[in-house]
């Protein structure tokens, strides 16, 4: 039975990498959840199927399959469940497909973003959470990037339209005192990993005997983040306080260079890595590594996964899929 402290979350992208742990953890907490999820096909919609298979058994969870950008179906879905949280999760991934497809992206990731905003506004939301990204620091020169470093310099179409994403969200929570949170996730990794992105992309290829595109001479370092802990700072966001607009830092806080990164796949799998050498592709950032200072003081978040036991984790659902 529902009781009077119940939240009734919203997740955009409910069938995704990140929305369905979040879907999941909601549910296991007893929250009440609608999803909503438009299944494209920028990878394999039956993926999202398998993803969101444990939710769709639970009498507290609907899933709405819609586009974001139809602004009267996610009103109209919002108005009828009544949110007390939104986690805006849903977008189009991707620095370099974004150099391909600019205006798609910025269609969707804006315009979308502004539909959910419209949606949460009308319907007196407790919080809203907008998933942003570590791309929007771009090349900073400095390290660990920080909340309060500049952002005016994005290196990607993606990275514009996450930053963009922060700004309307700022102006929504401006306009209509909404308890807002931007969450700049880094580099997130773990079961169900988007077949794109670099670990699930060599953990499949290594398991065929296939080479590897590297891209740069293996000095690039990235910040990863084990999605169970991406989980933790969006449950961490949704159980504070909400006050105005902020910004929070989610990330693992101990960046890996790509040739590290190799080394620790091998042990992983136990076999030696075929490695393909490529040029640095446009769009792609030296390094990232997040500052969490503000998210320990505010959220109490703690990371909780290295690199190489989350890694252990996705190879072994890999294997069992």
Excluded at 212 to 228: C, K
């Amino acid at each position: 039975m529902k009781t009077a402290t119940t939240r009734r979350v919203a997740i955009t992208g409910a069938a995704g990498f990140i929305g369905s742990h979040l879907t999941e953890r909601c549910l296991r907490l007893g929250d009440e959840v609608v999803g909503v999820d438009n299944f494209n096909d920028f990878y394999d919609p039956d993926a999202k199927e398998r993803n969101i298979a444990f939710a769709l058994t639970s009498d507290r969870f609907d899933l709405i399959r819609a586009d974001i950008r139809d602004q009267e179906v996610v009103s109209r879905v919002f108005a009828e469940f009544k949110p007390t949280h939104v986690v805006h999760l849903a977008a189009m991934a991707g620095v370099r497909p974004s150099i391909e497809s600019p205006a798609y992206y910025t269609d969707v990731n804006v315009n979308g973003t502004v539909s959910v905003l419209e949606a949460a506004a009308g319907s007196q939301v407790e919080q809203f959470i907008f998933a942003s990204s570590s791309s929007v620091y771009g090349n900073n020169k400095k390290t660990p990037f920080s909340e309060s470093d500049p952002v005016d310099y994005p290196i990607s179409p993606y990275a514009a339209t996450k930053r963009a994403g922060e700004l309307i969200s700022h102006s929504y929570s401006h306009l209509y005192s909404m308890p807002t949170a931007c969450l700049r996730f880094f580099t997130v990794f773990g079961p169900r990993q988007r077949p794109d992105l670099a670990i699930s992309k060599f953990l499949r290829l290594a398991s065929e005997g296939l080479p590897l595109p590297i891209f740069g001479d293996g000095s690039t370092s990235r910040d990863y983040t084990y999605v169970d802990d991406i989980i933790d700072g969006i449950m961490a966001t949704m159980e504070a306080v909400g006050h105005g607009f902020e910004i929070y830092n989610i990330g693992g806080n101990k960046p890996i260079t790509l040739a590290d990164l190799l080394e620790v796949i091998e042990r992983v799998i136990g076999e030696p890595l075929i490695i393909d050498r490529k040029p640095m592709q446009p769009g792609d950032v030296n390094r990232t590594w997040a500052d969490l200072t503000k998210s320990r003081r505010e959220l109490g978040y703690m990371p909780q996964t290295s690199t190489e036991t989350g890694i252990k984790s996705q190879w072994q659902w890999y294997l069992d899929r």
